[in-house]
């Protein structure tokens, strides 16, 4: 069954550090894969998305993600955060033809100035 | 460009009764769809329509259920509320053809008491 996992509930950086977070997923045919960021009180914003091609994704505000065929992974990454950047992430996975979209449980992120 | 719009922002309901939630998708998006945030459960589908059909439901009861308009807008309706529908209700909208491209709103808080 097509399933997605982010481990890590809440995870805590300081301004200025790199961030990683993780996310899995569990699909026998090359998935879509997708990253959201929700602010408090806010509907979810597309960060970026990978359908094909080039594994390594660019997306808005700075972040990026790897798609890892061999590890069933696709972390987002950035290189320095912001306290902006303080909100809640959810990795999302979806496969052509299938209409279906499956979120993770989400990562609250929280940056300490 | 306006982005997706919901209301109300809020919406407080005694169980048993009905509640009613609107949404307008961005101009010329003809896909809607409807999720249910509920706390520690993460974002689970609820309904899709298009061009005025409903095109695919995710696993929740008939209770739940929604209509679209000829101008695109929508409507979910949640009969018999129940204390576990308390929840933040997303609507996203997409061109027709493009499931993937979802734009989000910024949802409608229910609380049944």
């Known amino acids: ?113 | 460009e306006a982005g997706v719009t919901q209301s109300p922002t809020h919406l407080i309901k005694t169980r048993g009764q009905q509640a009613t939630l609107r949404c307008s998708p961005i101009s010329g998006h003809t896909s809607v769809y409807w999720y249910q945030q509920a706390l520690g459960l993460g974002l689970q589908f609820l309904l899709w329509y298009d061009e005025g059909e409903e095109r695919n439901r995710g696993n929740f009861p008939p209770r739940f259920s929604g209509r679209q308009f000829p101008n695109y807008s929508s409507e979910l309706n949640v009969n018999a509320l129940e204390l576990e529908d308390s929840a933040l209700y997303l609507c996203a909208s997409s061109l027709r053809d493009s499931y993937y491209e979802q734009y989000f709103g910024p949802g409608t808080r229910l609380t049944v008491t």
């Open chain 1, 1 to 113: 069954a097509q399933s997605v996992t982010q481990p890590d509930i809440h995870i805590t950086v300081s301004e200025g550090a790199s961030l990683e977070l993780r996310c899995n997923y569990s699909y026998g045919a090359t998935p879509y894969l997708f990253w959201y960021v929700q602010s408090p009180g806010q509907g979810l914003q597309l960060l970026l998305k990978y359908f094909s091609g080039d594994t390594l994704v660019q997306g808005i505000k700075g972040f990026e993600a790897e798609f890892k065929r061999s590890q069933s992974s696709f972390n987002l990454r950035k290189p320095s955060v912001h306290w902006s950047d303080a909100a809640e992430y959810f990795c999302a996975v979806g496969a052509s033809g299938t209409y279906k979209y499956i979120f993770g449980t989400g990562t609250r992120l929280k940056v300490l100035a």
